[in-house]
């Protein structure tokens, strides 16, 4: 199984990215699906979580009310998308995958995950 993460890139304070995230080499609709992300110096930290019948989220408060996850079925494609960045967003983004039969359960726990992409950067600048 292999995720590729994309959309991350450079903007200003207050602006928009939408991070997407193609999962190949298995059956997409059998993972529940998480960003995590990991500023330097800090640990990594889950930001949204989804499961795997795309019905229930979770965010870490600090991103509750601007970032949004969602998953395409169909194009074994999930995303984030963030808005009212501000600089504390900055950070590498990865996408994980973890299988499961759950349709409802959510994984914030990275250590729970089977699959991660390589991330991508996403800058904040003031």
């Known amino acids: 199984v292999q995720l590729q993460a994309s959309g991350g890139g450079s903007v200003q304070t207050g602006g928009s990215l939408r991070l997407s995230c193609v999962v190949s080499?298995?059956?997409?609709?059998?993972?529940?699906l998480g960003w995590f992300r990991q500023a330097p110096g800090k640990e990594r930290e889950s930001v949204a979580s989804?499961?795997?019948?795309?019905?229930?989220?979770y965010y870490r408060d600090s991103v509750k009310g601007r970032f949004t996850i969602s998953r395409d079925n169909v194009k074994d494609t999930v995303y984030l998308h963030m808005n009212s960045l501000s600089p504390e967003d900055t950070a590498v983004y990865y996408c994980a995958a973890k299988g499961t039969i759950s349709h409802s359960s959510v994984y914030y726990t990275g250590q729970l995950y089977n699959y991660w992409g390589r991330g991508t950067q996403v800058t904040v600048s003031s």
């Open positions: 080499g298995g059956t997409f609709s059998n993972y529940a």
């Open positions: 989804i499961s795997k019948s795309g019905g229930d989220t």
